[in-house]
Nanobody, 123 residues
Framework: QVQLVESGGGTVQAGGSLRLSCAAS????????MAWFRQAPGKERAIVAA????????YYSDSVEGRFTISRDNAKNTVYLQMNSLKFEDTAVYYC????????????????WGQGTQVTVSS
């Protein structure tokens, strides 16, 4: 069992930066691939970035490639999402998620979820 708690959301002007954190509790955190998803009002939950257990492989959606960076510190049981050059369209609730097995881009496949943190980008 893994419990996830996100933090670091807030309101920022377009062009600014935020760093989200996802603290995990439970055993064997380091074995789980992790991902960040986001959901804007009226839209489906969509993947933003994913990282495997060893940080050797990462994935980014086209909309954030080059602006966001996912990383993890297994010693601290924490996953991060550094968000730079934020745009109005990045406004959403951001969720971290963990999956048993290999990571995917499909929200339904993930086994554990945090409660979400709001990111609002003002234009």
């Amino acid at each position: 069992q893994v419990q996830l708690v996100e933090s670091g959301g807030g309101t920022v002007q377009a062009g600014g930066s935020l760093r989200l954190s996802c603290a995990a509790s439970g055993r064997a955190f380091g074995r789980y691939p992790m991902a960040w998803f986001r959901q804007a009002p009226g839209k489906e939950r969509a993947i933003v970035a994913a990282i495997n257990w060893s940080s050797g492989n990462t994935y980014y959606s086209d909309s954030v490639e080059g602006r966001f960076t996912i990383s993890r510190d297994n010693a601290k049981n924490t996953v991060y999402l550094q968000m730079n050059s934020l745009k109005f369209e990045d406004t959403a609730v951001y969720y971290c998620a963990a999956i048993n097995g290999g990571w995917t881009t499909v929200a339904y496949d993930y086994d554990y979820w945090g409660q979400g943190t709001q990111v609002t980008v003002s234009s």
